[in-house]
C-alpha cells in the first residue's frame, strides 16, 4: 500500500512542477521580449517586431576628402570626373550644381548632405559644403558597400 501512495505523491509532484513552469512561462517571454526590445538601439536595424526595413542611400556620396579635388578655375568636366555626375541641376540655374546624398537608415531616421558648385563662364568659382564626413570611414552606415561585419573587424 505504502508503494502506491508514494507513486502518487511523486506524480502528483511533478505535475505540480509542470503546472508552476507553465505558469511562470508567459511571464518569463514577456520579459525576454522586452528586454531584448529595449537592447536595441542600432540605427541600422528596424527593430524586434517590426517588419524589415532596408537601409535607403541615395544620391551622390561625397567625403570632405573627394570635394578639397575641386578647386577654383577646374571645368565642368573635371569636376563631373572627379565628383560625379550631379544629382541636380537647376534649369533656371545652369551654373549651379548640387551633389546632394541622403542616406535613411531603417528605423526611419535620415542624414541629408549636400554640396553646392557654382560655375562662370564654365569654370568654378565657389564651393558651398554642409559638414561632410572628413574622408571614407567603415564604420559610416552610408558608405557604399557598408557591411556591419565589416565595420566591426576594421575597427579590431
Known amino acids: 500500500m505504502n508503494k502506491v ?52 542611400p541615395q544620391g551622390n556620396y561625397l567625403t570632405q576628402a573627394t570635394l578639397e579635388q575641386i578647386k577654383e578655375g577646374m571645368s565642368r568636366e573635371q569636376v563631373r570626373f572627379a565628383l560625379g555626375t550631379p544629382l541636380l541641376r537647376h534649369v533656371f540655374h545652369p551654373d549651379r550644381w548640387d551633389y546632394v546624398f541622403r542616406y535613411q537608415f531603417p528605423n526611419g531616421r535620415a ?25 571614407e570611414d567603415p564604420n559610416d552606415p552610408a558608405l557604399p558597400g557598408y557591411r556591419p561585419q565589416a565595420a566591426a573587424k576594421a575597427a579590431q
Open 5 to 56: 501512495f508514494a507513486s502518487r505523491d511523486r506524480a502528483a509532484a511533478r505535475a505540480d512542477a509542470r503546472t508552476t513552469a507553465l505558469r511562470a512561462l508567459p511571464a518569463l517571454l514577456a520579459a525576454a521580449l522586452l528586454a531584448a526590445g529595449c537592447a536595441q538601439r542600432d540605427p541600422n536595424r528596424s527593430g524586434l517586431l517590426q517588419p524589415y526595413r532596408t537601409d535607403l
Open 111 to 135: 542624414e541629408l548632405r549636400r554640396a553646392t558648385i557654382l560655375f562662370r563662364d564654365d569654370r568654378v568659382v565657389s564651393i558651398v559644403a554642409e559638414s561632410l564626413p572628413a574622408k
